[in-house]
């Protein structure tokens, strides 16, 4: 089994362009999130989802979207990039008891 | 305040010694609570559960104090490969969600 898998696993984009990360899990779990982790910020959640077709908020939203068509994807998108985008961003999924979250290997981002 | 707060650290520690963290929590309704670790530039993975009677699980322990809303970790003997940051983690109650610390980052040298 691959767990978690995110794709790519860097980019650099300019101000303004858009992109889509893809995060997918082959592990039948229910619910995926997406995090961003920044120096002194720790990881916080942006969105996620606790099944196909469901989204939900999470503590940084903004600028973001994600979709969640197939129960093994989850995809975030940045439909116009801002420098303070920068960051690496996880995806994760768990089972319903969420306490074991599987962690993507990151998807180091740069908005110039 | 943020939910979970963490020592950022670094402790730099020779091999061999013990260790211990602390991390403190906000949010009284907080039920279940975790110590992730992550290596450098990759992927958090789950350390341990903290129960409130104490985990175990060979060299490290972890602790859960309620009433003073703080939880521990207690690495011995420690080794260079125990080199990494430790996430301190909540989960609220029914909640689907999880609140990370900002990490301690422990460096073992020779």
């Known amino acids: 089994n691959a767990g978690v898998t995110q794709t790519p696993k860097f980019r650099v984009l300019k101000t303004g362009q858009s992109m889509t990360l893809l995060c997918a899990q082959d592990?039948?779990?229910?619910?995926m999130y997406w995090y961003r982790q920044d120096p002194g910020m720790g990881l916080r959640l942006i969105h996620y989802?606790?099944?196909?077709?469901?989204?939900a908020k999470g503590e940084v939203p903004d600028g973001y979207n994600v979709s969640r068509l197939k129960k093994q994807n989850f995809l975030l998108g940045l439909e116009s990039a801002a420098p303070s985008q920068t960051s690496v961003y996880f995806c994760?999924?768990?089972?319903?008891?969420?306490?074991?979250?599987?962690f993507g290997p990151g998807t180091r981002l740069t908005v110039l | 305040r943020k939910e979970v707060e963490q020592d950022p650290g670094p402790f730099n520690v020779p091999e061999g010694a013990t260790v211990a963290f602390n991390c403190t929590y906000s949010?009284?309704?907080?039920?279940?609570f975790f110590w992730y670790r992550q290596d450098c530039r990759k992927e958090p993975k789950l350390l341990m559960s903290?129960?409130?009677s104490g985990n175990e699980d060979g060299r490290f322990t972890a602790q859960l104090n309620r009433a003073s809303q703080y939880i521990s970790l207690l690495i011995r003997d420690s080794k260079l490969s125990d080199s990494a940051t430790y996430l301190c983690v909540a989960l609220l109650g029914g909640g689907n969600k999880l609140t990370f610390g900002t990490g301690t980052q422990l460096k073992v040298e020779l």
């Open positions: 592990m039948n779990h229910e619910y």
């Open positions: 994760a999924s768990s089972g319903v008891l969420v306490d074991t979250q599987y």
């Open positions: 989802s606790v099944g196909e077709g469901t989204t």
């Open positions: 903290v129960y409130s």
């Open positions: 949010n009284s309704a907080s039920q279940s």
